[in-house]
């Protein structure tokens, strides 16, 4: 896995999303990471652990989300942590192939390989084809990008997590303030080309918290450990 220096090799983060990208013109070597990253982020691990080890449908249980926070309402500790490391394993394995396949895809304004993949990656997760567009929240995903582009970026949004999670014990606000923080970590870091693309995932795993976003406003969101009653409204 590379360390930081992988985002120095992407192109300048002016050149790479400036205002003169034209959006009409699509590298034709870009189709491949699109394709790759989507298809690696659409697999559902959550919902084919469970089903294969007999817990049952995860889009009946809970929040009907295919996470590994939703798979750990069904009591089985040990398929929510393979869960959340198979769905960090698919974005960041996105990435890697992508810049191997396409090393050369992003020209000019044009974005390279590996954020490409990466963005295709998350959205595949978040909206798969083949569970008619409903997904998970992104959160796994997109730390396994992370940490396939800059580890020390990663690092930096675990330990927002776990500061997160042992003053509020609330998951969605945990994760949120990860992914929020992913933009000036990039920055603090020095791999400012990165923001664009934490941006825009930010913005994304924001869009799929916006339930949770209304009961942390409403004071309803239920905390880790909390009556089981509240589970269903959960990440």
Not at 78 to 100: N, P, R, S
């Amino acid at each position: 896995m590379a360390g930081p220096a992988r985002a120095k090799d992407w192109p300048n983060a002016q050149d790479q999303w400036g205002q003169g990208m034209d959006w009409t013109v699509i590298s034709p070597a870009l189709l491949w990471p699109i394709i790759i990253g989507y298809l690696l982020g659409s697999i559902p691990f959550g919902l084919v652990l469970t089903r294969a080890f007999g817990a049952g449908d995860l889009r009946q249980i809970g929040s009907g989300s295919i996470g590994a926070t939703n798979v750990l309402r069904t009591g089985r500790k040990g398929l929510a942590a393979a869960t959340l490391l198979l769905d960090a394993a698919k974005g960041g394995v996105a990435v890697v192939i992508a810049e191997q396949l396409a090393p050369g895809a992003g020209a000019g304004a044009l974005p390279g390989a590996g954020p490409v993949a990466a963005g295709a990656a998350l959205i595949g997760h978040c909206y798969p084809v083949w569970l008619r567009f409903r997904g998970g929240k992104g959160v796994a995903t997109a730390l396994g990008i992370i940490l396939a582009v800059a580890w020390p970026v990663a690092l930096a949004l675990l330990g927002v997590w776990g500061v997160a999670i042992a003053v509020s014990r609330i998951s969605s606000l945990s994760s949120l303030s990860a992914v929020v923080a992913a933009i000036p970590a990039a920055l603090l870091l020095g791999s400012p080309a990165l923001v664009p693309l934490m941006a825009a995932m930010a913005l994304v795993i924001v869009w799929k918290h916006r339930a949770n976003i209304s009961r942390l406003m409403n004071g309803t969101e239920p905390r880790i450990g909390g009556a089981k009653a509240d589970s269903a409204h959960g990440g």
